[in-house]
């Protein structure tokens, strides 16, 4: 039982430098979700997507951006990575949002940091 | 704007006790759905218990239940006969149909301890 699955789980960029967080999903969720946490603060939502073709910015989304090819990837890519980008990254999904639908799964998270 | 509030970044329980983690929130919407997730030193994001608002009866998972009151916009967490491995960050987090697609919005966090 994969549920989420995130990689890289580790991670140290310079400044400048791209690269791309994978996630995949084996619950056929068409609700996918990519969080941060910065340090003692919450999850924030930096994009999230309805289904496959279909992506939409969330609270957070300046020096990111998602493609949503299939239901089971949701890849996050970081351009021109800068030291703010220095957090946790979780990548979530669920059903939609109903009566049988209302719980998010986590991924385990992917540190980065950028220096 | 919804918003979700903890005003205990941290908290302690003796191994055995009882100790209640608060939540408060605020909406003026009427469906909406509220959850306790734990986070471990590991940082993975794990489900505690969840509460339908729609739901009058408080919801129940072993030793974790809440005291759901939505008139004053609510949501405690109690943890019963504490262990251990219950010591975590533990986030308050609120969901709406629809709203930036059913996203949960968070609560900064408490930080419990459990001292053996």
């Known amino acids: 039982n994969a549920g989420v699955t995130q990689t890289p789980k580790f991670r140290i960029l310079k400044i400048g430098q791209s690269m791309t967080l994978q996630c995949t999903q084996d619950?056929?969720?068409?609700?996918m979700y990519w969080y941060r946490q910065d340090p003692g603060m919450g999850l924030k939502l930096i994009y999230y997507?309805?289904?496959?073709?279909?992506?939409d910015k969330g609270e957070v989304p300046n020096g990111y951006n998602v493609s949503r090819s299939t239901t089971e990837d949701f890849p996050l890519r970081l351009e021109l990575a800068a030291p703010s980008q220095t957090s946790v990254y979780f990548c979530a999904s669920s059903f939609s949002v109903g009566r049988s639908g209302n719980t998010i799964y986590f991924g385990e998270g992917s540190w980065l940091t950028v220096v | 704007a919804q918003t979700v509030t903890q005003s205990q970044p941290e908290m302690s329980v003796q191994e055995a006790e009882t100790v209640t983690l608060s939540c408060t929130y605020d909406?003026?919407?009427?469906?909406?759905?509220l959850f306790w997730y734990k986070q471990p030193p590991s940082r993975q994001m794990i489900l505690v218990i969840r509460q339908e608002a729609y739901k009058q009866q408080n919801a129940t998972e072993n030793r974790f239940s809440v005291n759901f009151q939505k008139a004053a916009k609510s949501f405690s967490l109690k943890i019963s006969d504490s262990q251990l491995g219950d010591a975590a960050m533990y986030f308050c987090?609120?969901?709406?149909?629809?709203?930036?697609?059913?996203?949960?919005?968070f609560g900064k966090g408490t930080k419990l301890s459990v001292k053996p």
């Open positions: 909406t003026s919407e009427s469906d909406y759905y």
């Open positions: 987090a609120y969901r709406i149909p629809g709203g930036s697609q059913g996203n949960l919005i």
């Open positions: 997507s309805v289904g496959a073709g279909i992506t």
């Open positions: 619950m056929n969720h068409n609700y």
